[in-house]
């Protein structure tokens, strides 16, 4: 990388996962319409064509008459070749296939226990995480030895479990986790700025919240608009809405689409405790004990939000895969679609191009004194001129603490059950999971068989004595 | 007081609860077996008459051959008269009657919810806790004003709000609590040695524990005897009698008697977690997941630990209630039968007439780093001479550190809650409860059930919106 | 306050010490720069004159062609008239005279205490704060009671005390200090990479520092540029200047300007330490062991920084003085001048019209975990919309940790020992300062002398027993 | 080592500088007047001839009629011999001669600093550490190798650092430093007890302490006698004797004793800060300003406490060398003549033959929060069956907060520079010292003399930049 004027030019991405079909055209759109950043993007995957399909849709980027920057795309045989030199690193994995997914998400259903994602927490989570964990192992190991001085970017869930990963193989790591939930959150809070102030149209990342939190699991403490105090009005807006849910227009409509929800969990959360829960419904739901709001489909009806079926995964890939095709093959025509995430702004932050408040899930170093030194939490950070720096966003507040600081010890003790390959002590975390309701034999039976179902990716693990 | 030579003379025990019928007759026996410590015993308690009657049999105690101290017995009937000039104050109450006990203790199986003991955590010490901690602000207040350096010893449950309380109204007060539950983990560490080791008759006070731990859900990160590590021992006890339990004898075993365990739960936990639980298998049972030791009576069964009920408690009220006519009236003769517990022994050690390393509940001031601040927690501590210092415990380790945090951060949530009488702010602490394993409406019903049950001693709560 | 779209109108300032002639016109200055606010600026003075003249000066910039927005300003005689309603309250104040100054400064040197400015710590620096500290109680008390929403910035020094003052009388106050010294020293690294690099007219804010400190002995950890680590830069720098001095032209010569200097102990901290320390190095020196650069004017002369005497002080007031009446009467024109300082970007960024990040005096939430909690601290912060929330700056390095945490816990001790008032107290931190060289009877000597020199501020001490 | 009963015999005991004339013999002494161990004793010295010269003395103790336990001495010509398989260690070397000790002690006078003891603390305890810490590199990687489980005393100072570095060679040591004085403060208030109160001869260890301190600058927040505060009773004794000092009898008088005083520095700390001083006022004068205390010897003079010189030691070493010969050849008596120490009641202890609270030298879990973690501070433990557990001392207060800290971090900084054998790093600490007054360049010239002095043993640095 080097600087032309304010221009950075030769900046080398290394992206982990570069075969994705979606999240990767995001990124593509995000970089063409950057005017100060180009260089090279070297795509990694374990599914070699996916990443060559990806390097020649890429490269049509270049093409289009409103790029403002030129990326040449490569897909790479192995990670060194993608690694070496990398300025950045991203990485956006499926741990396994969503055959794995499947028993990770409906094989607890058995014994009563629902799940709304299945990717972070609960049994579902659990187990991606014993799938997941050796991957981040190898990558953290990789950019070790290969750019261990690039700035690291994941996207992949579950989230904190894979970033704290990496930390633990390569502790000098400048790496840092991004999630999209507050965003969402963030809308919520301008669509109450309408709705009870009449204030209309503001920007999302006009609201200023202070996030203190683990991933998925997020919640603000403080959010303000201009010099206004948004709580009242959050307040106002959760009364209102609380009972009926808040139901933007058709297409987010939860009855709909299996991603939406009408907000009545995050209502019902801050009605209860005072304080702004940050993420999608689903993921919400999935911290709390079961029988709140996953007791059953109806209830999780009740409450408006989809359970995402595993099902409807499959059939969308399909879906994707045609796309992609047809991309590669002309047949769609390629055009820049950003995605609303921040990576790109990240990086011009980073070297110096801007200067950029935003969530990110990091190591505790005390920005949270009352979460365990270490544990890899959600806050604010400050991106500016190759530092990220998180501020300092105080203690979570009493009312929400016992919810949150067990979901972050958890997830401390899993990383070292993990870590260690220790069947007993994982199954000790899964057990005490808030939505591992069941009695200790079924939650036996249940642990076994899902670990069973997916044990092509646990090679690492001796499961001898299940 | 005063010193005569290394004699405490005109030592002054305030006594609150002191209409006793069973625990006062053991301290009685206490004092008199002490020969270095001599004085007054003020007896306070709502029921005068039962204060009266524990004076006269009190004072009896001094005729006994094998008394070794004098104690003149005084029912008094003002806190004031009790409290003024004491150099120590005992705490030993019963909130409430045995009506509201049987409301909180067995009201919660109408929804599937099985206490063993119902006095400390889950619904039912709750609940407790919204009667007592009314009481302990007031005890709090008088101790503040009419005997502000006097010493402190709570024996109430549920221990850590009782305790949290004193302190709270008077932040300056030299108070601490004591459970006996460590000293029974101590004799089954002695037994492990006989056993396991073949030595025979160690007494539980030269078992040397370190408990990290919130009361009742204590837990022992070292145990030596000697200088051997109890650690190996336990583990091969454990796995010896974990399947079957441990039963002493007849009389303690579990099945005759409702107090009694196999200590089933507490050799499950140890396999589990590598920590020695230290508080009888009803206590442990209480603070973990209620689908673990309590998903219905069946399944404590199987643990081998008995359901106290409360309809034995209140028959054998009436046996000592007739013990202590009898005691009163001469037709049963006293005698000293000493408890075991270490009241006296610490009061000797304030005194400086000599050094006690044991636990106590006490505000954590650092003993354990990794608990927060200000939250009454379960250590060791050293007495001696006018002081009371907690011994550094160390962290609790990461396997038992989501059971144990949970607990310890719900009970200052409650805390909280109940000073601002605040009666959402309880309901969200009660719903949390590893307990409460039903349904938010069913637990919303179950809560206003249980505090309509107890409302007579609730009438500093606004209960019009519950 | 409110809004018209995006410009803030109606804002109101209060600005304690408003009759300063100097500082107020830089305000007037950047005030009339900023395009998106207007409103009122109170301006309050125990010399009403003065402030009445200011009144008159600030309403004619109104009338400038190149004003960007209208500002009101208004004298008032009361506190309560200039506070009540503000949104923002500036404070800058002199407390006492230039004759208090010249004894805080000068006496020490009967002693052989020489002070190159004697404003924030040293003798000068203590005794100040006895008279400063005060005022700042009535300050403080003033803003809980009229204005408690205000957001308060302080300019006057001592700054730690003065902060520290105000949150102690009124610890929910929304306050912080600012202070152009790490401005400085973001020059001097913009010098080191024209110098050292070739790169040419950095801004002084596109270099990135971690400040951690206290402020005047404020110590940068980390400075980049772009993606560029300054340190290896700043040493080459320090390697190539520490002997001779770095000048950067006959203006900023120190031998010409006794607030200049050549950075020698700049370069001389950074190469015994290996961090850099980010104040002038007058103030730097005042720090030190005074046997190192104070030992006595030649010391000083041979590290090329200027003593700054209080005889200069006087001679340029009357130059400022004419200047004043020559604003007020017509006879000098008004011209817009900007400062370079901050505070209106402060305000702009705290109103949500912008963000910023920029250092501030703050107290210890735990954005320096290893100095005391509560301490006033510099470290960056962030200001969005209502809120300003420090960066997690990290802990002082070991090797400049005994230098600051020494002054920052003497700050502290200095603030109980004034708050209550404790001449004993007071002088044991006096004793205990690194410039204090002298034996205890000397120190105590110089001491009586100096209080009493000041004597007439200190009407709320006992000085009997001085 | 194993039991009989309660007796433990065949201890193995293995002190490192075991040649010692004088040291030795107390604890020869301290050993045959305990009854419930046994065991041997091995000596191992870089002097072997004088180790082999108390293996004789040493068994001529079994033949004491009062002897009540027999312990075989064998001296040992490696350290493997003498370590391995040892239950015990203890390590009192001399690190150098008193040549060394003289340069340490007298060189610095020539710039107008003077040092009372000079082994601990400012140029010459900086030096010292320089020698010994290699030493004890040395020794802990040898306890490491030969006998990890063994409990490691200290008694070589300087204290700090050589404990500190037995940890850092081996973290999971079980060391602790032992420093006898508190003893002699405890002692003091006994006196006062007496002189105040008219309470005769307490012994001083039923006056119980807080000690929370560095070592040799130890200072205690809590004392009391049974249950009375000492503190009032310490302010009387310290108003009353102050001026004129107290002395106790001719003997300690400290005209007549270079290592005595009046304590005249301890009280006079005691009326400034409020806190008990708990060290010799030789070593607390060290700690102090250069100008308080030491300034010259008409002030230590007129302080009345004595400059220790090594001329004394030098000759005092002659008549120990002859006192050596005469025990050896018979000439001279066997006797047993206990030292006060505590050794062996901390053996006696940590093998579960008794409880004993006492207090030691030990890394920093938070048993001083607000001292560095890690850092080797001074407060009680409790010494039972196989564990050592600090007690919570808790903060040390605002007023000697930046006297004591300051203290620690120097010797945390002087750790890590002597690890990297970094003499510019030590030079930092060196000129940072409270008692290096003098200036930058003389302190150069200074250090350079004294390390030159001492190079023979300065070997592992290198020292061509000096």
């Avoid at 009972?243 to 933007?248: A, D, R, S």
Wanted: charge should be negative; glycine fraction near 6%.
């Amino acid at each position: 990388m080097n600087f032309n004027g304010n221009k950075a030019e030769n900046v080398k991405i290394a992206y982990v996962g570069g075969g994705s079909r979606g999240w990767a055209w995001g990124l593509m759109s995000d970089l063409a319409s950057c005017d100060d950043m180009s260089g090279d993007v070297y795509l990694y995957d374990i599914d070699y064509e996916a990443a060559k399909n990806n390097e020649i849709i890429g490269n049509k980027y270049n093409e289009l008459e409103d790029a403002k920057s030129v990326w040449h795309y490569h897909a790479s045989k192995t990670a060194e070749e993608a690694l070496t030199g990398a300025d950045f690193v991203i990485i956006s994995i499926l741990p396994g296939t969503f055959d794995e997914m499947e028993s990770d998400v409906h094989t607890p259903e058995k014994y009563g226990i629902y799940q709304s994602v299945g990717d972070t927490s609960g049994p579902g989570g659990i187990v991606r995480a014993m799938r997941c964990v050796p991957m981040f192992e190898e990558i953290g190991t990789y950019i070790k030895n290969y750019c261990p001085e690039a700035w690291v970017i994941n996207y992949t869930n579950p989230m904190t479990l894979c970033v704290k990963t990496l930390y633990r193989v390569f502790p000098e790591i400048k790496a840092f986790g991004c999630c999209h939930e507050v965003f969402g959150t963030q809308k919520v809070l301008s669509q109450a700025l309408d709705t009870i102030c009449g204030i209309k149209d503001v920007e999302r990342d006009d609201i200023k919240v202070n996030p203190v939190a683990v991933n998925h699991f997020t919640w603000i403490t403080e959010a303000t608009y201009k010099n206004m105090d948004l709580f009242p009005i959050y307040k106002e807006f959760a009364d209102k809405y609380w009972e009926e849910g808040f139901i933007e227009n058709v297409e987010t409509n939860w009855m709909n689409n299996m991603f939406a929800s009408a907000q009545r969990v995050k209502l019902d959360l801050f009605r209860k405790y005072g304080y702004i829960a940050a993420a999608g419904d689903r993921h919400l739901a999935e911290f709390c004990e079961g029988k709140w709001y996953l007791k059953d489909p109806e209830t999780a009806h009740s409450w408006k939000f989809g359970l995402t079926t595993v099902e409807w995964r499959k059939n969308n890939l399909k879906t994707r895969l045609q796309k992609s095709e047809d991309l590669r093959s002309g047949k769609e025509e390629i055009k820049i679609d950003c995605t609303g995430e921040e990576g790109v702004a990240q990086m011009r932050a980073i070297l110096g191009l801007s200067e950029l408040v935003t969530n990110v899930n990091m190591p505790n170093l005390g920005q949270i004194p009352n979460l365990p030194y270490g544990a890899v939490v959600e806050t604010n950070a400050v991106f500016r001129s190759g530092t990220v720096k998180p501020i300092f966003a105080g203690n979570i507040p009493e009312e929400i603490y016992a919810l949150i600081s067990r979901v972050c010890i958890q997830q401390e003790a899993l990383n070292t059950a993990i870590a260690e390959r220790n069947i007993d002590k994982i199954f000790n975390v899964f057990t005490n999971d808030p939505l591992v309701t069941c009695s200790l034999d079924e939650a036996k039976e249940l642990f076994k068989e899902m670990v069973l179902n997916t044990k092509e990716y646990l090679t690492s693990y001796d499961l001898t004595n299940l």
